[in-house]
């Protein structure tokens, strides 16, 4: 197991990732590649997609049985998409009851609350060795071809310890993310949830929406066609997957709602302003606008320099 030694130096852990997608994908690729994990082991529903990962030499091997990839672990990483993510805990947290070294298990999911909550039905607490994380890294391009194994290199990885964890665990996880180029924080699940609800979340559903709505137009053929460098740089994040994208929608409710609901309201003013010709308020609404995010932007340069 992982806190075992051999000759005075600790043993290297047997990584195991349920779900071989792109976020799962790049992080087993990173640790083979520094070799942080003395094996990675991939598990899932599609053997096509793991054959593949073996490939490409993203995993060392696999397995399509659930049981035998946790005791395989001695970090346990649930990478699958978010909803799905909930009954993984469910499936795996009573198995590890009874061992007397359980793995360590940690995620990749865009939203903790709805993890802790179901981790704590089904364990009746907090499951000490359970660590909930989360990437702030991704891309467009989805599955295990895309896995990119310096995809976490100067990103963020926001780790949610909880009252309970094991301080082992929260470390164990913690350099297993610094060994792939992150840098890695600590965070409340509730402040996670809310912060990614304004940030990510949000931004995905108004490209998701923007897009729908302008595609719907009669206009739509010459609306993309004549489309400017700012519609294509906004609407982006609306080629990603669509499916993870409803799960993160609706696992982060009420967080999303209540930016939602924020974002509406200054959209409405702003409506208002322009219909009223309220050159002053706009010019005010833009003003703050830009100068958030100019600070925003020497923020970002400030800290990409320090990394460098």
């Known amino acids: 197991m992982v806190s075992s030694t051999t000759g005075g130096k600790a043993e290297r852990p047997t990584v195991v990732v349920l779900g071989l997608g792109l976020i799962g994908g790049s992080l087993a690729l990173a640790l083979r590649n520094n070799g942080f994990a003395a094996a990675c082991i991939g598990w899932g529903h599609r053997e096509a997609s793991l054959r593949r990962g073996v490939e490409l030499g993203v995993i060392d091997r696999y397995t399509l049985v659930l049981e035998e990839a946790v005791d395989a672990a001695d970090i346990l990483v649930i990478a699958t998409p978010t909803l799905i993510a909930d009954d993984m805990l469910e499936r795996v947290l009573p198995r590890l009851r009874d061992r007397?070294?359980?793995?360590?298990?940690?995620?990749?999911?865009?939203?903790?609350?709805?993890?802790?909550?179901?981790?704590?039905?089904?364990?009746?607490?907090?499951?000490?060795?359970?660590?909930?994380?989360?990437?702030?890294?991704?891309?467009?391009?989805?599955?295990?071809?895309?896995?990119?194994?310096?995809?976490?290199?100067?990103?963020?990885?926001?780790?949610?310890?909880?009252?309970?964890?094991?301080?082992?665990?929260?470390?164990?996880?913690?350099?297993?993310?610094?060994?792939?180029?992150?840098?890695?924080?600590?965070?409340?699940?509730?402040?996670?949830?809310?912060?990614?609800?304004?940030?990510?979340?949000?931004?995905?559903?108004?490209?998701?929406?923007?897009?729908?709505?302008?595609?719907?137009?009669?206009?739509?053929?010459?609306?993309?066609?004549?489309?400017?460098?700012?519609?294509?740089?906004?609407?982006?994040?609306?080629?990603?997957?669509?499916?993870?994208?409803?799960?993160?929608?609706?696992?982060?409710?009420?967080?999303?709602?209540?930016?939602?609901?924020?974002?509406?309201?200054?959209?409405?003013?702003?409506?208002?302003?322009?219909?009223?010709?309220?050159?002053?308020t706009l010019l005010q609404t833009f003003s703050r606008a830009k100068a958030a995010r100019d600070k925003f932007a020497a923020l970002l340069a400030a800290r990409s320099h320090t990394a460098t």
């Open 100 to 280: 007397a070294q359980p793995p360590v298990i940690t995620d990749v999911a865009s939203v903790k609350g709805s993890l802790q909550r179901t981790a704590e039905r089904v364990w009746g607490g907090t499951p000490p060795r359970l660590v909930l994380g989360h990437p702030i890294a991704g891309s467009e391009r989805s599955g295990v071809e895309a896995s990119n194994a310096g995809l976490f290199e100067r990103h963020r990885v926001i780790l949610t310890p909880m009252v309970g964890n094991e301080p082992s665990a929260v470390e164990l996880v913690r350099a297993m993310w610094q060994s792939t180029g992150a840098e890695v924080v600590d965070m409340d699940v509730a402040a996670h949830d809310r912060v990614l609800a304004a940030t990510s979340h949000l931004p995905h559903v108004l490209a998701y929406a923007l897009v729908d709505a302008l595609a719907s137009s009669d206009a739509s053929e010459d609306i993309f066609r004549f489309a400017a460098g700012g519609f294509r740089d906004f609407t982006r994040i609306a080629s990603s997957d669509p499916v993870m994208w409803r799960d993160i929608a609706i696992a982060n409710r009420p967080a999303l709602l209540q930016s939602i609901d924020l974002f509406t309201g200054h959209l409405a003013e702003m409506r208002a302003a322009i219909e009223a010709e309220q050159a002053d």
